[in-house]
């Protein structure tokens, strides 16, 4: 499970500020995810990419946005335009959408000032 | 898109009994179903998937079975000790169209094994 890694672990936010969580992974891998957890409700998907310089909406993008410019890289932006952003967020990757055996990082958790 | 739906969200067990945990999904298009536990804290990890062509499979104490007619799956713990004790969830995936490769979990099983 290493090669997948999460920073900052803990994160502040205040009102009306964009933050950016960083994700990084050595393993090769071709597709990326990011979720958001939440107690009692699972494991929901933000966004995924299939390859560099694409990605795709999950089941709740608004008020988030990517971006997938290199391989090992996958960073997530909590915009100001999220109202709730408090909870623990989880990226993971996989060797390639199809085989989809996914490995996580260790997590962010984000916190409301 | 696929919708699983996972029971019970709690499991409180002894030591040494067993556990069973029931996903069923909604897309007779998925094909793959993994398991991961999350312990307090920690990340979730994979401890043991099933394919679509494939019943049943076992790794020592845990064993997943899979009925596709009834689009139900479950996860059986035998012999629980109490470093079992975590968060479960089960997943499925479709590879139909613009989902192709991405998951659908459960929202989670708190399995509690009491000493």
């Known amino acids: 499970d290493g090669g997948i890694t999460q920073s900052p672990k803990y994160l502040f936010r205040k009102e009306g500020q964009n933050v950016t969580l960083s994700c990084e992974q050595n393993l090769n891998h071709d597709a990326m995810y990011w979720y958001r957890q939440d107690p009692g409700q699972g494991l929901r998907l933000i966004y995924y990419?299939?390859?560099?310089?694409?990605?795709q909406k999950g089941d709740i993008a608004e008020g988030y946005s990517v971006s997938r410019e290199k391989k090992e890289s996958f960073p997530l932006t909590v915009t100001s335009a999220q109202k709730n952003p408090t909870a623990f967020y989880l990226c993971?990757?996989?060797?390639?959408?199809?085989?989809?055996?996914?490995?996580f990082g260790a997590g962010t958790r984000l916190s409301v000032l | 898109g696929e919708n699983v739906e996972q029971h019970p969200s709690t499991l409180s067990v002894q030591e040494g009994d067993s556990a069973v945990i029931k996903c069923t999904y909604s897309d007779s298009a998925s094909n793959y179903f993994p398991w991961y536990k999350q312990e307090l804290g920690k990340r979730p990890q994979l401890i043991i998937d099933?394919?679509?062509?494939?019943g049943e499979k076992k790794d020592q104490r845990i064993a997943v079975t899979l009925n596709k007619t009834a689009k139900h799956f479950s996860l059986h713990i035998t012999e629980t000790q109490p470093e079992d004790s975590a968060v479960y969830f089960c997943a499925a995936r479709t590879d139909r169209g613009s989902t192709l490769g991405r998951l659908y979990f459960g929202r989670g099983t708190q399995l509690t094994v009491w000493p």
């Open positions: 099933i394919r679509s062509n494939v």
């Open positions: 990419s299939q390859i560099v310089n694409d990605f």
């Open positions: 993971a990757s996989s060797t390639d959408a199809r085989k989809n055996i996914q490995y």
